[in-house]
């Protein structure tokens, strides 16, 4: 099998040649900046909740940071990043 694929790439392009990238890989899409904002928000809540738990459990600067990181998802969600920024 490992021999049938090998030939094979190899009868597709000459030796020493480099494959090149599609169409698709050449593109570059860096997101929208409200995109970029509602990550932003939900990566901080993330971190304002783990921060929370590290020496003894804090609960209300966690369910802050659980508040945050929803806000987070909820702006993401009503800026339409879900379906609009997929490649």
Not at 11 to 23: I, K, L, N
Not at 58 to 72: L, Q, R, S
């Amino acid at each position: 099998m490992a021999e049938q694929a090998t030939d094979a790439l190899e009868s597709t392009r000459s030796p020493g040649t480099v494959a090149q990238p599609t169409e698709h890989h050449l593109e570059h899409n860096p997101g929208r900046p409200m995109s970029w904002v509602g990550t932003t928000i939900v990566i901080i809540g993330f971190l304002i909740g783990g921060i929370a738990m590290v020496p003894a459990p804090h609960w209300v600067i966690f369910w802050i940071g659980a508040g945050v990181a929803i806000i987070g998802c909820l702006t993401l969600l009503f800026t339409k990043t879900f379906s609009e920024d997929w490649y």
